[in-house]
């Protein structure tokens, strides 16, 4: 029988298990942490000065034009959103296959998705141009007739599937912590901890009763959670395939998405993860170079999906005989005979998505904390860009050539990329000192899987 | 349990030996006793004599709710209050309209699974009393209320001492 390597190392007791994971909370910060903190609160002043001037100059301040009206706060929205999918699978669909591994990432994926859901949906916010207006974007009785939403509208359909998942996720990421806001105020010396986190645990008691019903509620949010999650991306994708450009109007899109979320996600998952176990190297006992292993071969999986993606629409170009079908991706590749301005954009989304991530066929490479991280950095840059070829190039050679244009990237739009990044770090480095960030309550039941004493599983 | 029931409380080291206290608890006939553990035990539901959870229910109705809500939503404002016609398409075009009943199921279910969870535990609690703050990391213990059927402390506190508990003690309320 093959062996199992054991989940958690070190022949922790309950007790270590609980101080170790509650310590980043209880302590103070620590240097590196003050100074990731500065930077990335520095990095999000910058985004609330950048997004205070596109709120009052208008969308005309980023680069979006005619024939390219999307740009990058639609490219930066949907990358955003596709991190945030890697969370919800680790913590709902892969609970649901019973993967035990996922309980030592599953709560800082969460909070990945959570965040990530946050920093996205600011941008189809802020895309609308008056988002002083944006209830309207809400079905609500009014006194303009009623005037209702156009509910076949599939911008309408995001509206929707992404408010319900950034609910879902946060109520379900919220769930998993209460056991675990009870033992740091159980565990409090300090009087302010003490109320903070007993109003945080709900007043939580831990009994058999009560366990049974959570463990029944946490089965039901994460099933509900698994086809949410799937519905979030195709629905995102539908903003894209539902329009009839050349480029978008493909029946691939929903699956591909979903793919590319996933293969992202994980990748902002090992890139986080490597920090977090610099940063917290008590951590290295939890997630453990196995665990980073298995998301190591989900990247390189998911990578070789999106891989068949980008062949598969070539061929089905190809196949569909449309002539504009054809040179939408012959100009993405940048063939001669077409204008070919952003085939830089699609070979560098192809090196970092097909090409590179092919590392992890070697063992090494995905037992390797530095390789890894420098992968997955290449994955988030080339993830990025698919969505930018996506948008862009669709847009900017469509059917006519007299309406052809290319996008006017400005200043703007990389300080709005830029700075999202602050937005999310901050949220990020807040959490890592606020919240247990390793389930408490759901690590210690998989503590003795693959341990020779008791068998395991 | 309600507020403020006092009782006997038996703290445990070890996960098997509070299952065992559990078991052994059950059998003496008392059937309003309680475990406390740092996470859900595998095997105490059958232990304690605990019912399978009806949040499931409530997920269900509610899910069903949510369904028939957004069906109601989409057909009643775009076929009956202000119809519009778009690209064409009927008024009541149901497939466009799939996406969001199918979010509002999710959402209603979710959410109202989440409320059931805080009415079968009496959550929001303001500061429960705490027999011991060990109970959330690393011990577990059995708790009888002095309400249940043959209570007696002497007899109890034989009986956890024989299981393997490391204290045993009165409390006050729990």
Partial sequence: MIKRNQLIIGNKSFKDITDDICAPVERFPSKGWVGLFLGAKTLLIFYIFVLGMVLANGMGLLGVNHPVAWGTMIITFVFWIGIGHAGTLISAILFLFRQKWRTSVARTAEAMTVFAVMTAGLFPLLHTGRPWLDFWLFPYPNQRGPLWVNFRSPLLWDVFAVSTYATVSMVFWYIGLVPDFATIKDRAKNKVRRMVYGALSLGWKGTARNWSHYEMLYLLLAGLSAPLVLSVHTIVSFDFSVAGLPGWHTTIFPPYFVAGAIFSGFAMVITLMTLVRIGFPQFKDYITIDHMEVMNKIIMTTGMMVGYAYASEFFVAWYSGNPYERYAFLNRAGVPGTSGDYAWSYWIMVTCNVIIPQLFWFKWARRNIPTMFIVSIFVNIGMWFERFVITVTSLHNDFLPSNWGNYAWSFWDGAVLFGSFGMFLTLFLLYLRLVPAISIAEIKPVLDVGKDKKGGH | ?174
């Fill in chain 2, 1 to 174: 349990m309600a507020r403020g029931i006092g009782g006997i409380a038996a703290i445990f080291l070890e996960e098997h030996a509070v299952l065992e206290a559990a078991r052994k608890t059950k059998s003496e006939g008392f059937t309003k006793f309680d475990a406390i553990s740092p996470y859900p035990i595998h095997g105490m539901e059958e232990a304690c004599d605990i019912k399978r959870s009806w949040i499931p229910y409530v997920t269900f109705v509610t899910g069903t709710i949510g369904l028939v809500s957004g069906l109601l939503l989409t057909w009643w404002t775009s076929a009956v209050s202000w119809p519009i016609n778009v690209g064409g398409k009927p008024f009541f075009s149901l497939p466009a309209f799939i996406p969001i009943i199918f979010e509002l199921t999710i959402l209603f279910a979710a959410l109202s699974s989440v409320g059931a969870l805080f009415y079968a535990c009496g959550l929001p609690k303001i500061d429960p009393p705490v027999i011991d703050p060990d109970l959330t990391s690393h011990k577990f213990a059995i708790f009888v209320p002095e309400n249940d059927t043959g209570y007696d402390v002497a007899k109890l506190e034989r009986m956890f001492k024989d299981l393997g508990a490391v204290e045993v003690k009165k409390v006050a309320e729990y």
